[in-house]
């Protein structure tokens, strides 16, 4: 059964700093897209970065120069820092995995979640 498993969600003020963190069990972690991705209530799904397995990465406009995702292999976990937290960072975060034959992330389709960590950006 393959579970992903978020933490290091919390409230923070703006300016600060925050370090996600995602442990993944049940699949072959390595040869997969891993990405994180967040939701505000109402407003759709916005995918925030993602990392393959050469650690090869892209982020969203809105958080470049300010988060960076990583990834350990050899742990099966994901992380994300988060520096220089704006309130409209203030979401819902999940990882999320995309099992991939070449270990690249060539496709949108992530069909394993976690649960998901609050982050709150107070001004």
């Known amino acids: 059964q393959v579970q992903l498993v978020e933490s290091g969600g919390g409230s923070v003020q703006a300016g600060g700093s925050l370090r996600l963190s995602c442990a993944s069990s049940?699949?072959?972690?390595?040869?997969?897209?891993l990405g994180w991705f967040r939701q505000v209530p109402g407003k759709e799904r916005e995918k925030v970065a993602t990392i393959n397995m050469y650690g090869g990465t892209s982020a969203a406009d809105s958080v470049k120069g300010r988060f960076t995702i990583s990834r350990d292999n050899a742990k099966n976990s994901l992380y994300l820092q988060m520096s220089n937290l704006k309130p409209e960072d203030t979401a819902m975060y999940y990882c999320?995995?995309?099992?991939?034959?070449?270990?690249?992330?060539?496709?949108?389709?992530?069909?394993?979640w976690g649960q998901g960590t609050q982050v709150t950006v107070s001004s």
């Open positions: 049940g699949f072959t972690n390595r040869r997969s897209c």
């Open positions: 999320a995995a995309s099992p991939s034959a070449t270990g690249y992330c060539y496709t949108d389709i992530f069909p394993h």
